[in-house]
């Protein structure tokens, strides 16, 4: 059956668009600048950070996830890319590097991150012997350690027996007996170790006295004495030790001092050097004046 | 009277904020066509390297970045005759070009072309105190002008300064400093209907926008397609727009008469929709499509389809000439142009040295009216468009938009008016004294 009445399509007029009241309203606001800036890229962050921070509070999830960046980062580490396996020392001698190896005590092989350079680099600087380290990882596992070994410039007698030191003073190590190292200088005395750098100026510029030189004492921490064979002594000022030392020297070739049966030269004073004669000398030159002394017991 | 005048002072106010947020948005309120547009201001000079050719009087200082137009509902005669409606077809208009512009904006300068604008011209005139004339004295002398009886409900529309004359020196455009005895002013005075700009800033305020100006369309598109000498020298813009057609005459770049008739081109479609028993939206897409004023011998051999949706064979597959198209169009043409001319005439406009008529607006665009315009107003006429202005879509160049060009030019550069001066400085504290003393007798 057929409708009787003709179906037409609707009016052809097209509506207007005209926007509701209320989206008009919404529109004009989510155009007003904070609100947009809020919606657009506030609150998609806002929601963001609050689905991580829910996710975290719930403690299984927080546990899980320290746990897999651990397990992460060991992963990455244990790779054999950062394995170190041999500790190669550069620079020692064999005792010392079999020392600076007992010191360094790492179990290798282990991870590079695992290794604290400075850690073991300020271990093996405890050695005497060791004046610097160098500590790097090289491509291959291989652990470098670059020694720089002290060098000793004198032998310091003490009561407990013979040291080595450095020019700074530093001990090397000890020493057994005196003829081993018959080339270095002897100093001896409290406090000598710290005014090495003086003493070996000192030595050096003893020139002709070179031969006759036993050593120099440090007196009580403060100055030197040179000690000469037959037991000659040179009594050196605190202050300017090496001018004072040439000063005597200067006399000493002009006067043959020092061959002369003297005792000691006290340089103490720098307005004149003091001698003191042995007594065969004074009694001598006393003689020789036309004096006579009485020598008594006391 | 005062309370338009605050109001307008009000609508200063909002205009210069609007400026300071930096967008601003023009609605055009037509019979045929609301439209929007959305001006961005960037500063003064933003353009003057690129093209080198300086400021551009002014148009250089902004740019539209939105722009929409929506068919007009419920505005009759340039006026709004159903409030819902029209509120939702502004509210359709500013959505879209708000969607355009990506920005929200809150200040609106509107136009609307009816209720019945009349012109009147003012004369005023002060002895001054001290031989230099000031601010204040500008001020006084606009006081002193005596204005005349409006009417019951209307309203002063735009009221401005057109001529200074300072001791038989007339032409004057700027007083102020100059040395003299006894300023005079001149004024071009424009009332509207009360009510229907009640209504209008009604509606406005209905789709939360606030006003930040109000002017007629009849001056706003006769700032956009006169050109600069026409402005000058005398001319008159027509703008034949929908439902009313505005008149407007222009000297020494000042509005010195405006007038509006009541019938434009809805009432051709009306006729033609009369004529020949079709729809008014058939009757519009014929009038748009096929329409003329001349008829030539060609005309009668292009037959037009006028088509009907009876169902009846016949009455559905009517056919007309454009000849008859034609005829039914040119005498209401004609009629709108002779009342355009009887207003000239009463307006006195062959006075003017510069005889110049511009033919804008929607309806201007039918075929052949400049020639019917030449015979009836007169030898000098001449079809205009708005001024280009920068970022107007290529949709919105026609001279159907000349209203909402010369808006966005009024917004960019508004015409001193009346209340852009201050209070004359006698009355006011008058009135604060007054009722700062009531204040104190009430609470006292």
Known sequence: MQSLIARRPASRVRRDPAPSKWSYRVQRWMLTPYVRSFVLKGLPMLMLVGAGALWLSHEPNRQELIGQLTHLREEFEARPEFRVSLARVEGATDDLAEAVRLKLALPLPMSSFDIDLDA???????????QKADLRVRSGGVLQVLITERVPVAVWRTEDGLTLVDETGHRVAGLLSRADRADLPLIAGL?????????????????????????????GER????????????????????????RLLALDHAQ????????????????????????????????AQGLETVENEL | MTDLYTSQRAMRNMRRAAMQRGVIAILDVGTSKIACLILRFDGPDRLREQDGVGPMAGQSQFRVIGAATTRSRGVRFGEIAVMNETERAIRTAVQAAQKMANVRVDHVIACFSGAEPRSYGLAGELDLQDSVVTEQDVSRVLASCDVPDLGQGREVLHAQPVNFALDHRSGLGDPRGQIGHRLAVDMHLLSVDGDVVQNLLYCIKRCDLELAGIASSAYASAISSLVEDEQELGAACIDMGGGATGISIFMKKHMIYADSVRMGGDHVTSDVSKGLQIPLVTAEKIKTRHGGLYATGMDDREMIDIGGDSGDWEKDRRQISRTELIGIMRPRVEEILEEVRATLDAAGFDTLPSQQIVLTGGGSQIPGLDGIATRILGQRVRLGRPLRVQGLPQAATGAAFASAVG??????????????????????????LRRAVKWFKDNW
Not at chain 1, 191 to 219: K, N, Q, S, W
Not at chain 1, 257 to 262: A, E, G, P, S, V
Not at chain 2, 416 to 423: G, T
């Open chain 2, 407 to 432: 808006l966005c030019l009024f917004a960019a550069h508004p015409q001193d008016e009346w209340w852009d001066f201050e209070i004359p400085a006698e009355r006011y504290p008058a009135r604060s």
């Open chain 1, 191 to 219: 406090g000598a170790d710290e005014a090495t750098p003086e003493a070996l100026d000192l030595i050096a510029a003893a020139g002709p006295l070179t031969p006759r030189l036993r050593g120099l004492v440090r007196m």
């Open chain 1, 120 to 130: 073991a680099r300020a271990r093996i600087e405890t050695l005497d012997a060791v």
């Open chain 1, 256 to 287: 043959d001092l020092m061959n002369r049966d003297i005792l000691t030269v006290d340089l103490r004073s720098d307005h004149r050097p003091t001698l003191r004669l042995t007594p065969n000398a004074l009694a001598e030159i006393r003689r």
């Open chain 1, 223 to 246: 100055r030197w004495d040179v000690v000469l064979d037959r037991n000659q002594r040179i009594l050196l000022p605190e202050q300017k030790p090496v001018q004072a030392f040439e």
